[in-house]
């Protein structure tokens, strides 16, 4: 699966964006989708994670609450909705996917075969 993430931007604190993740060959239907993200001179640290059919969600602590994973399988679509940003959000954002996970979601980047370009979110103070 090739994926394309999307949506990011320059946004001021307290303010929303809303991150796509679509799959430009095959399919995310029965995959398991994570975001990541990476902050100037960090690793690359989990986000969010939702299983294939939307049946369960996962959040770091950082953005639970602020944070919504979501898919739309129908449109082969996974999204992140972000909301009450922060400075501390300012990161590249990476969506993965995951083949053949049944019901499960993953937090591990290693867990992830397939991942997206990445989107630059900017959050000013």
């Known amino acids: 699966v090739q994926l394309q993430a999307s949506g990011g931007g320059l946004v001021q604190a307290g303010g929303s964006l809303r991150l796509s993740c679509a799959a430009s060959i095959g399919t995310i239907g029965t995959s398991a989708v994570g975001w990541f993200r990476r902050a100037p001179g960090l690793e690359r640290e989990f986000v969010a994670a939702?299983?294939?059919?939307?049946?369960?969600?996962f959040y770091a602590d950082s953005v639970k609450g602020r944070f919504t994973i979501s898919r739309d399988n129908a449109r082969g679509t996974a999204y992140l909705q972000m909301n009450s940003l922060k400075p501390e959000d300012t990161a590249v954002y990476f969506c993965a996917a995951k083949k053949g996970s049944g019901y499960n979601f993953y937090i591990r980047d290693s867990d992830y075969g397939d991942w997206g370009q990445g989107t630059l979110v900017t959050v000013s103070s």
């Open positions: 939702i299983t294939s059919d939307s049946s369960t969600t």
